[in-house]
């Protein structure tokens, strides 16, 4: 009985190691980091933001340093595109039919961390924190413009940012976050907190620059 045992598990251990070497190796983990070194990345920005009922646009140039695929680092400066519309009521001394809204421009340190990527896809946790000034500018009825004094102004933004390669030089990416104003009074604050949301083409120079210097084929799902 014994003799038969060892038999039988010898069979079906042999015939569970014949299946998985025929089955070959296990698809590699999709959250290990694709590069062994650092490089330097940059980014056009755009983004925008839903303040006060109105689609607001904010434009920006990140620049900083990819760690092994996974880290990334670096600075951002923003310039917002268009006013925004604010509901603060106007100083005493400006007259009715007076056009206001508020413009403000930042430096931000950001952070990203890729939870989870492959060479065809990748979902970060982009993070910054910024400081930077705004003002108000007032349009009166004649067309006069005034400004006020520009002041400081801090924030934080968390978000959640993806994207997806169409081929190895070029890709899709959307993601969506909220920006949180710090250390202002509540009314400005209010008027300036609020949702980001962004979608762009994405240029990957560094492959495109492989491809063109290999004599590749440019529209090859090679490397993906």
Known sequence: MTALRG??????????????AAAGPLPPDSSRVRQSHRRLVFQFDQRYSVLNGSVVGINGLKVGVEFRGRVRTGLGLYLL???????VALPAHLPAGTRDELRFRYVAAY?????KGTPRWE?????????????ARYEKPDG?????PRRLIYMFEPSVAGHVRV?????????????????????LESELNGPIFFGRVKLFLGDL???????QRLFSQ???
Not at 81 to 87: A, C, E, L, W
Not at 124 to 129: D, K, V
Not at 168 to 186: C, E, H, I, P
């Open 7 to 20: 038999i039988l598990l010898g069979v079906l251990g042999g015939g569970w190691l014949t299946t998985a």
């Open 81 to 87: 595109s268009d006013g925004v519309p604010t509901d």
């Open 111 to 115: 952070g990203e961390y890729v939870v």
């Open 123 to 135: 979902l970060s946790t982009p993070t910054q924190l910024g400081i930077g000034r705004y003002y």
């Open 144 to 148: 006069e413009v005034e400004r006020t």
């Open 167 to 187: 081929f190895r030089w070029v890709g899709l990416g959307a993601g969506g976050g909220y920006r949180q104003m710090l250390f202002m009074n509540n009314a």
């Open 209 to 215: 620059y492989k491809i063109v210097r290999g004599r």
């Open 222 to 224: 090679q490397g993906l």
